[in-house]
């Protein structure tokens, strides 16, 4: 009697430690741990604003390898910028040729703000993983392992690259709610969507907010991307 509950006992934990083990969070992150451990990936982010625009800085490229280096490319203002940056060092090339950082966010106003959005900037491999921790619940529907996004992740996105002008209040952000949905191909993490949905007020000005934003993986393990020397020189 005591061998035949030991061996039900046995096999229910077993089924238990699997369950947990393919979870649907479990499923994102093993995704992107095999993302991370691939020597390089590239990726495109693409942003659709309510009103079919692509947002402030466009659609960005980006490169990363697995020592740390991350490669960005996007356009402000229709000026073409490329940045270099692993962890908080980082350069920056617009109109003037390659800037440390530092040097960037001493020019004060929107430079400021970028340079603080840069710093904080996660390839996906990383930034899928926290984006777990910031849902309510995963399920899997329609080939995709979808959620509701907690409150507060949904006011902290919306608010991310956001530019405050000086002695302004922080934003206030009513209405928050967002979703996510990741797409995992052959094991590994192949491509994620966030919509934020909320009305943001800075200042006197009012904004209903309805964003999404698309991440899609491409050329993992195949990816090309080097330091050039003169950025080297510049990062700090």
Not at 50 to 72: P, V
Request: charged content about 30%; proline content about 2%; hydrophobic content about 35%.
């Amino acid at each position: 009697m005591k061998k035949t509950l030991l061996l039900g006992f046995i096999g229910l934990l077993a089924h238990t430690l699997c369950a947990a083990e393919s979870s649907p969070k479990n499923k994102v992150t093993d995704a992107a741990k095999q993302l991370a451990d691939k020597a390089n990936y590239s990726w495109t982010t693409s942003t659709k604003e309510a009103d079919g625009s692509s947002g402030r800085m466009g659609a960005i490229e980006g490169k990363a390898d697995k020592a740390g280096l991350t490669y960005l490319t996007f356009t402000i203002s229709d000026v073409p910028v490329e940045v270099y940056m692993n962890g908080q060092k980082g350069t920056a090339k617009a109109l003037e040729g390659w800037q440390s950082f530092d040097d960037v966010a001493q020019q004060g106003g929107g430079q400021a703000a970028i340079v603080k959005y840069l710093r904080s900037y996660k390839a996906p491999a990383a930034e899928s993983v926290g984006l777990t921790e910031k849902v309510k619940e995963l399920k899997e529907t329609e080939g995709a392992l979808s959620g509701d996004l907690k409150e507060e992740a949904v006011k902290e996105l919306l608010l991310r690259g956001g530019r405050r002008r000086e002695g302004q209040d922080a934003p206030k952000i009513e209405n928050a709610k967002g979703t996510i949905k990741f797409w995992v191909k052959d094991g590994g993490l192949a491509k994620y969507e966030i919509n934020l949905q909320g009305k943001v007020t800075a200042g006197d000005r009012e904004n209903d907010v309805n964003r999404t934003i698309t991440v899609e993986i491409k050329e993992a393990g195949t990816t090309k991307l080097e330091l050039p020397a003169e950025a080297k020189e510049k990062m700090a």
